[in-house]
């Protein structure tokens, strides 16, 4: 094992990863994190934080992780490019390695334009790929990006994202080989919807033998009603909704939508699970977090396996 | 054809309605004009083809300059006639002065002093 | 060329209220091609400037003047000899051309007329479009002649992002996505293969990011 990760552990093991995330607050309440924490407890192998998803300003992923390892979890800092230099990128991975952060999921970021603050200025000294790149050089190289080198490597397991359904199809493939090798050793999708496309994927993925190199986390999210499943469908970029998810949905009545967008994402799972290279589940249940566990547990995820 | 129209419409000819630049229209305003508007082809029958559709673009402009500067976008209007119906210019004329009239004098009192007349161009 | 935007009539009169006597300056080059500072911009401007004195009952005297262009010496020159008679210059050019003035005439304030935007190129009349941002390190050559700098919102080096859809960036359903064009050019090209290279971390020293920039050629210097 190169490093301490819960994620690294469990797929030496040859073991399924849970996963899920947490959304920090938009304030500097710690109870949040608490409370989103106590919903995962037993549920997740390591989980997300996420860092200003769609450009809101939030607290910060970094010091919510560190709440979520006081409570005993192996936290996953999401870095994105959007709103660091190279400096302060580097500093913030020191740190993570200093305060016993074991994973980093490296990020392009979505464009300022979509939050808060769409009147800032987008830094984007480095991309998605080059940071990964940079996480690797300080592990195992122990050298900054200036060629320096590093007194005290910081040992953190490197994941990143990828959207099978974001075009142009045929790039996102030779764009994972990248991240591979770049030094990605663990990726999330996008939530998955379209199983064939998906399928599609993973057989590209896997004609480049990336799949041996990267555990693939494959992405989920319930829908709790036909207007999310619509949202999604039409105004998320890069999501893939098939119409045929959101007729069933629509032939429940109202109250029972919420319990058959749970059903379907069970059902995700576990043909998620049959798809070789799959070798885990990263299950996003935004402000539903309370969800997660009744999924894990109806897809036959728990208990985890502890150390 | 003889028939009457308001003998406050001053007409100035031109080829083609396409001629008419925006700088025309503005210095007519700068020299004390309450109101101008272009008599035009039909559309899809401009003899120079598409000099009326410039012109209708041009005249869409200038009301958005006219409402900038204070004065209102209604003292600007694009009228489109063959010209075989003088009814219909007579009509133009009637409709284009009481259109006027009912906004008022141009606040623009006096006639503008431009000293850009001879000097203005490239140094 | 470079590409601006003339500022609102509100805002430029705004700037003109303490004065009576203007000398208004545009440009034959950049922002004549863009329709923002020409002569015929130039005409318009002033000739909204005084109506919107006259409805006021105000006077206002506004020399038109275009020059050749207003980032050299020898055309700002040209306004030597009268720009005395004025209080202010108001200047249409670019960003460069307005400080150049401002410059030269040391004693006249120098107002500008227009927000400059970026380097860009006439997709048909009326129409301009970014292409270049000047970070002073061109790599054109490996990414099919279209730059992931200026072109992608994020101006990722090893592109796309998961926010591109149908060819279109997420930022605006209207802006293409930068690196969808490289794809497809590196397709055309037969050199899709330059994909799978990873481009390093920007050396961002020759852009803006490393301070005020010159260009100098000895050899040419008298």
Not at chain 1, 53 to 64: H, I
Not at chain 1, 99 to 112: A, E, F, M, P, V
Not at chain 2, 34 to 59: I, T
Request: net charge positive; proline share 4%; glycine share 10%.
């Amino acid at each position: 094992m190169k490093t301490k990760s819960n994620i690294e552990r469990i797929l030496e093991s040859g073991g399924f990863v849970v996963t899920s995330e947490c959304g920090p607050p938009r304030g500097a309440d710690a109870e949040v994190i608490r409370r989103k924490g106590k919903l995962l407890q037993g549920v997740v192998d390591a989980v997300n934080v996420t860092d200003n998803q769609t450009s809101v300003v939030r607290m910060s992923s970094f010091s919510a992780c560190i709440i979520l390892k006081e409570m005993g979890f192996d936290p996953i800092l999401q870095m994105v490019c959007r709103d660091r230099n190279r400096i302060a990128i580097q500093s913030d991975i020191l740190g993570a390695g200093a305060l016993g952060i074991n994973n980093i999921l490296c990020l392009s970021g979505d464009h300022q334009k979509f939050g808060d603050h769409s009147m800032a200025k987008n830094v984007f000294d480095m991309d998605s790929i080059q940071l990964i790149n940079t996480v690797r050089m300080l592990r195992d190289d122990g050298k900054f990006l200036g060629g320096e080198e590093v007194k005290g490597k910081p040992v953190l397991f490197i994941g990143a994202a990828e959207n099978p359904f974001a075009d142009p199809f045929e790039i996102r493939a030779a764009r994972l080989g990248k991240k591979v090798r770049a030094g990605c050793e663990f990726l999330q999708t996008q939530c998955i919807y379209n199983l064939e496309r998906f399928s599609k994927w993973m057989e590209m993925v896997r004609e480049r033998g990336l799949h041996e190199r990267c555990a693939i986390l494959a992405g989920v999210t319930p829908f709790k009603s036909v207007g999310m499943a619509k949202y999604m469908k039409n105004s998320v970029p890069g999501m893939d909704v098939p119409d045929e998810l959101i007729d069933r949905l629509k032939s429940v009545p109202k109250e029972k939508q919420s319990e058959e967008g749970i059903k379907m994402c069970v059902e995700t799972i576990q043909k998620l699970r049959e798809i070789p290279g799959v070798r885990g589940i990263h299950i996003m249940a935004i402000e539903w977090e309370e969800k997660v566990s009744e999924i894990a547990k109806a897809a036959g995820l728990l208990p985890r396996p502890q150390p | 054809m003889r028939l009457s129209y308001p003998t406050n419409v001053k007409i100035v000819k031109v080829p083609c309605t396409g001629r008419v630049d925006v700088l025309l229209i503005l210095h007519a305003f700068e020299s004390g004009v309450d109101g101008v508007y272009l008599a035009g082809c039909l559309e899809g029958e401009c003899h120079f083809l598409r000099g009326n559709l410039r012109a209708k673009k041009r005249v869409q402009y200038v009301k958005t300059l006219l409402e900038e500067v204070g004065l209102g976008s209604g003292r600007v209007e694009m009228y489109n006639m063959s010209s075989a119906q003088g009814q219909r210019f007579a009509e133009v004329a009637r409709e284009m002065t009481e259109k006027v009239r009912a906004l008022g004098p141009s606040p623009v009192k006096k006639k503008v002093k431009r000293e850009s007349s001879g000097v203005r161009g490239r140094g | 060329m470079i590409v601006a935007n003339r500022k609102t009539l509100e805002e430029i009169l705004v700037m003109l209220k303490p004065y009576k006597k203007v000398l208004l300056l545009g440009c034959n080059e950049c922002v004549t091609v863009c329709a923002t500072g020409g002569e015929r911009e130039v005409g318009v401007l002033a000739s909204e400037i005084r109506l919107s004195r006259a409805k006021e009952g105000q006077e206002i005297e506004v020399r038109e003047q275009t020059l050749e262009r207003q980032c050299d010496h020898e055309y700002i020159d040209q306004v030597r000899p009268f720009v005395g008679d004025y209080e202010v210059i108001l200047s249409m050019a670019c960003g460069a051309g307005i400080q150049y003035v401002a410059e030269k005439y040391r004693t006249k304030p120098v107002l500008p007329a227009v927000n400059t935007t970026f380097l860009g190129v006439t997709l048909e009349q009326g129409v301009w479009s970014e292409r270049c941002q000047g970070c002073g390190e061109c790599i054109l050559h490996l990414t099919g002649g279209i730059c992931p700098v200026a072109r992608c919102a994020k101006s990722l080096l090893n592109g796309p992002c998961g926010g591109s859809s149908n060819g279109k960036c997420e930022v605006d359903k209207e802006v293409d996505c930068g690196w969808q064009l490289i794809v497809d050019r590196l397709k055309e090209l037969g050199q899709l293969d330059r994909y799978e290279e990873i481009i390093p971390v920007k050396d961002w020293r020759s852009s803006r990011d490393g301070g005020p920039r010159k260009r100098t050629r000895e050899d040419l210097r008298l």
